[in-house]
């Protein structure tokens, strides 16, 4: 307590003081501003200079002082014990707040001289409007366990009873605002918006509480002024230089309206319109901002305040106060010099010559909105306060409630202690004369209830009209209702619009521009395969496998269906040439059957030659199955008839050329191979041949056969109708077989390409094969980069172009012989040696 006793002073501060048998100190912002004044700790600080009369405040105190007297006057409350009060101008200064908290802990010293220091003789504080001063109240008065209760102080950091456990307020904390003003910035979807701040805790922390709560809805701000009532007028002009050039349409203001007031002139004077401002409890209800001149700039502002309510037995109280009644307290003749525009005579020494002179005669204009008691607010919350310190005390002094009309002391009023008065008030619970209940939570703070108020001009006169309600339900949910037909905008009755960007339409994301907050953002395409159907999406949503997006990229369609069709006009063409072709090899066939008999198709070995000939009828066909949409059945054929027709084709060819070769062996001397060589031996390599290919197509259709299979190509609006090979190990080696048997074929026809017969078949077999291999050695790059049913067409096509090379090359000679040089077909011409060679 030592320490405590050294900080305690006197400073000279003009007070309504009234004795009492229990006092309690307020802390009022009578006059807005306080002059600097530059002091040092070597000498004493001189008194506050403080301009600026501040009619609601002065109301605050007369509200104080009805309070005290009502209670004083009624039976069941504190009955045959007197309040006093002490009430101190803070100039809404937090240095004169600092003053005016060490005087009031200092009247100890004016009761005790003694050189102990004593506690002093307040039970409370009713203090103070901005939460910056009642910061300083709180930690000033909170050694000595003063408890403090707050009229208009609103920040949320008062409510950490760890370092103000005797703080208390009857206005809700900004926690709650904060909250208020997020749901109504999410309400009317405004994403992008300037923000004020002051430049102490109320406006710091405020528009922090602000912005961690529109974070979760996206909303981006654009830029934050920082104002203070104290600053010089080139920071208020950056403040004003600041909205001109941003491109907001909404400025939330968390300032109080002696801090904000400066800013709002050099606005109006600027005439900068257009701009939709939403305001914070400490100045949407203000007097002195509510002109018709600010209006110009300011109309259509919207904000939060607390519940009102009208005091009717305040109203003579007010409309009696007057200069010349000698019961009259201090700050009355600044009142009077405010209401009527003269001091009284006696008052006039204190402020030099420059001031008008009362005659006495004036008259009092009782429109003034100071007289008005129907829409009280913070002047309500002050009459909470003062009614919640009674109900404590009385609970200290007849430890119970007021209801049980119980009168007797249980405690002298000497032992009254602030530490008992401050648990007490933790306690209290009770309705007061208007229906209210009035008690504090955990934190010392009041359950949250906020008017919603929106500037209009009616009559000539600002108007502050209540369209809406924000409440904490019963279940801890928060509930905003607003009545949007009675709000008129700063556009008239167009909803401003607050976005960096438009809203995203559907089919569009939001794509974000560098170095701009997430509110600015460019608007770009689904890609292909994604929707988005719904405005102002973030990201695309990918179809499902079977779906792709429409043009419009906003709903999923059916993919297109694809495959090789019969009714398609590549598919008429193949299925023509296929038809062709296997027609061409029947009519050779026919041909060769019809001509028998003629040496040249006895020389070239009619039943191979025959049976060649089915087997490309065979390969003709096979496209046939390669054409339609793919089926269980069509799937496995395709893939066997194609590997068995080509290897009966191939091992045919491979018979001929041994034929070939054997034949030429068995002219020289000695040699009796042909003997050996006869046409059982050629049909069995022809079946041996083709039955391995049968083999390997039995064991794939038994291990993984082919089957039908759906294709989903990520970045594909079609199905791809296919047959899966089922083993693709199955598939080469089905090629690969094929692939053999015509390499050794080529391989012995090329070694018999030179035999000297007139008409040596070797050279056909081997220029055919040379055309088969290149055929199918361009395929596979063909085959594997080609989309879609084309792959199924390039197949079909390396078909019919290799089946057209075996039969142009092996049979269209002999054809023109027999059909256009019959001459020729004689055993003779055939036989012929050539000449050349060796």
């Not at 495959?563 to 038809?579: D, Q």
């Amino acid at each position: 307590m030592g320490l405590a006793c050294k900080l305690l002073g006197k400073f000279e501060m003009r007070d309504m003081f009234k004795e009492g048998d229990i006092m309690i100190g307020g802390v009022f912002p009578i006059f807005n501003k306080q002059d600097n004044v530059l002091t040092s700790f070597e000498n004493k600080p001189p008194k506050a200079e403080c301009k600026g009369f501040d009619l609601r405040a002065f109301r605050w105190t007369r509200t104080m002082m009805f309070a005290i007297e009502e209670i004083n006057q009624d039976e069941k409350l504190l009955p045959n014990v007197t309040l006093g009060y002490k009430i101190l101008d803070s100039c809404a200064s937090p240095i004169n707040v600092l003053q005016a908290a060490l005087t009031l802990v200092s009247m100890s010293e004016e009761n005790n001289s003694s050189s102990q220091c004593y506690p002093p003789p307040l039970s409370a504080v009713v203090a103070e409007s901005g939460s910056t001063q009642s910061l300083v109240v709180a930690g000033t008065v909170g050694p000595f366990r003063v408890p403090v209760v707050s009229y208009f102080s609103t920040c949320a950091c008062l409510s950490d009873k760890t370092k103000y456990p005797t703080f208390f307020r009857t206005i809700p904390s900004d926690y709650y605002q904060a909250k208020a003003l997020a749901f109504l910035v999410k309400r009317f979807g405004w994403t992008w918006i300037g923000v004020l701040q002051s430049d102490n805790d109320y406006g710091r922390n405020g528009i922090t509480a602000f912005t961690k709560e529109v974070e979760a809805y996206g909303v981006c701000i654009a830029f934050v002024g920082t104002v203070l009532r104290t600053y010089p007028q080139s920071k208020i002009l950056e403040v004003v230089e600041l909205i001109k050039h941003s491109t907001v349409e909404v400025i939330l203001a968390f300032v109080p309206e002696g801090d904000l007031y400066p800013l709002m002139i050099e606005v109006v004077k600027q005439n900068i319109t257009g701009i939709q401002w939403i305001a914070s409890e400490a100045w949407i209800t203000a007097d002195r901002p509510s002109t018709p001149e600010m209006f110009k700039s300011f109309g259509g502002t919207l904000g939060f305040v607390v519940r009102k309510m009208a005091i009717t037995k305040l109203g003579p109280i007010l409309k009696d106060i007057n200069p010349y009644k000698d019961s009259e307290s201090s700050f009355v003749s600044d009142f009077w010099e405010t209401i009527v525009g003269c001091r009284p005579p006696s008052s006039i020494t204190d402020f030099g010559n420059s001031t008008k002179t009362c005659s006495g005669a004036e008259t009092v204009d009782y429109t003034n909105k100071f007289f008005d008691v129907t829409q009280l607010r913070v002047a309500y919350n002050v009459y909470q306060a003062v009614y919640a310190i009674a109900h404590a005390l009385h609970q200290v002094l007849f430890c119970e409630k007021p209801e049980t009309n119980v009168s007797k002391l249980c405690l002298p009023l000497l032992q009254i202690t602030p530490n008992l008065v401050s648990e007490q008030l933790k306690k209290v619970h009770f309705v007061d004369a208007f229906g209210e209940l009035v008690f504090f939570d955990k934190n010392g703070d009041p359950p949250a209830s906020y008017e919603v108020i929106n500037w209009q001009l009616r009559d000539g006169q600002v108007q502050h009209i209540p369209v809406g309600h924000f409440s904490t339900s019963a279940n801890g949910q928060y509930e905003l209702l607003i009545n949007e037909e009675k709000i008129v905008w700063r556009k008239g009755n167009l909803t401003p619009k607050a976005a960096c960007s438009e809203i995203c339409p559907q089919g569009t994301r939001k794509a974000q521009i560098k170095g701009l907050p997430l509110c600015c953002f460019d608007c770009i395409p689904c890609a292909d395969g994604s929707i988005s159907n719904s405005t102002g999406a973030t990201d695309c949503i990918t179809c499902p496998e079977e779906y792709w997006s429409n043009e419009g990229k906003d709903s999923c369609i059916m993919k297109i269906i694809e495959f090789l069709s019969y009714t398609e006009t590549m598919g008429t063409i193949l299925i023509a040439v296929s038809l062709f072709g296997a027609c061409l090899a029947l009519c050779t066939m026919v041909v060769f059957i019809y001509f028998r008999d003629t040496p040249i198709v006895k020389a070239n070995n009619s039943e191979l030659s025959l049976l060649l000939l089915l087997s490309l009828i065979f390969c003709f066909l096979c496209p046939l199955t390669f054409i339609g949409e793919p089926t269980v059945w069509s799937c496995m054929l395709r893939h066997t008839a194609f590997g068995i027709a080509f290897a009966l084709c191939i091992s045919c060819m491979l018979g001929k050329t041994i034929v070939v070769v054997t034949a030429f062996r068995a002219t020289l001397p000695g040699n009796n191979v042909a003997a050996k060589f006869g046409p059982p031996q050629q049909r069995a390599i022809v079946c041996s041949c083709t039955a391995v290919q049968i083999l390997i197509c039995i064991l794939w259709l038994n291990v993984a056969p082919p089957f039908p299979d759906k294709v989903f190509e990520q970045r594909s609006k079609k199905i791809i109708l296919e047959c899966n090979t089922g083993s693709d190990a199955a598939f080469y080696a089905v090629l690969g077989y094929i692939g053999l048997l015509a390499i050794v074929c080529l391989v012995l026809a090329f070694l018999a390409r030179k035999l000297p017969d007139n008409f040596n078949e070797a050279k056909f077999i081997t220029f055919s094969l040379l055309i088969f291999c290149a055929v199918w050695i361009t395929f596979i790059p063909a085959y594997v980069s080609s989309p879609g049913k084309y792959t199924v067409a390039v197949e079909i096509f390396a078909i019919l172009s290799s089946a057209f090379g075996l039969l142009i090359c092996i049979f269209v000679p002999k054809c023109y012989i027999i059909l256009i040089k019959p001459e020729r077909n004689t055993r003779k011409h055939v036989m012929g040696k050539n000449t050349k060679a060796t």
